[in-house]
């Protein structure tokens, strides 16, 4: 209970319209801060919704695999330039948004992650990488602006911090690939 109170918390900062503004103003913080944050909050409200509709997640998530496919719907669907432009320009798309980043990615993602094999997991590790790899270089190499909103200065930082969060994202596949768990448990 006491984690659905955080994500609420975190939640009515997050949607207050000068954070929000604020936090939309830069893109790379629009997309690396404020849509990863609004997924915490998803996170964060998944054991009280569990514990509210136990047989809802049972019936609906029980090897994780949907709700792990709905996260990875959500995530590529916000990662795409006209996606942010609307969610600036269009007041239906931004309320879409604060409510499919928490409760349509980060709900399902936390539901389902104890649930998947080391299969399933790794599967998604490798879609985040190459996800967030792809939308990098389309965002550093694209010559033209994608995002209205946008300046092109902002679209390559964008591009650069993406390829840089996938690197990572392939730092940790070979790390956990190569090291041997059971030697540090």
Sequence with gaps: ??????????????ILPPVASLAESVMTIHMHMQMPLLVVVGFLF????????PNFFVQW???GVPGILLFMVITVYWMLPR??????????????????LPFFAG????????KMNRLWKSITFI?????????????ILTPIQLCNNYLMLEQKTLGWSSLVTALCFLAYLILNVTIDKSKYE
Excluded: C, H
């Design 127 to 139: 879609f985040l990488t190459l996800t967030y790899g792809m939308i990098g270089i389309l965002y």
């Design 1 to 14: 209970m006491k984690q659905a109170i955080y994500g609420l918390i975190l939640y009515v900062f997050l």
């Design 83 to 100: 996606a942010m432009d609307e969610a600036l320009n269009i007041r239906a798309i931004e309320t879409f948004k604060f409510i499919s």
């Design 46 to 53: 998944t054991p009280f919704l569990k514990q509210t509709f």
């Design 61 to 63: 998530n029980a090897k």
């Design 107 to 114: 709900v399902p993602l936390r539901d389902s992650w104890s």
